[in-house]
């Protein structure tokens, strides 16, 4: 009976480590988070970008924007690995000439062709 007792001690005890060791949640404001003024700020795209998204001058997150419905719209998304862009004659002159990117890197190559 003892024995009993001792373990029901036991297993509150950790119940109560466990209860204090979790925090309670933040509370989350009603305000949105800013976006970063470095993203926002109109960037000209080169001649090559250009023919893909226009000449226009425009935010980082547009001209990525448009690129995507290039992609999706052209259907140069590989069809396995949806990470993966094949590029067509447009995209391979901005990608520097790789007939295969990956999203992650073509984000680095845009950016050499913004002003």
């Known amino acids: 009976m003892a024995t009993k007792k001792k373990a029901a001690k036991k297993s509150a005890k ?9 925090r309670p949640a933040k509370k989350k404001s009603g305000a949105k988070r800013k976006p970063n003024p470095a993203f926002m700020k109109p960037m000209t795209p080169s001649s090559a970008l250009a023919a893909v998204v226009g000449p226009i001058a425009q935010a980082r997150t547009e001209i990525t924007k448009k690129l ?5 719209r052209n259907k140069l998304q590989d069809a396995i690995n949806k990470r993966m ?4 004659e447009k995209l391979r002159e901005i990608f520097g000439g790789k007939r295969q990117v990956s999203m992650f890197e073509m984000t680095k190559l845009v950016s050499k062709h913004l002003k």
């Open 85 to 88: 862009i094949n590029a067509d």
């Open 14 to 22: 950790k119940a109560g480590r466990k209860m204090a060791a979790r």
């Open 68 to 72: 995507w419905g290039y992609i999706k």
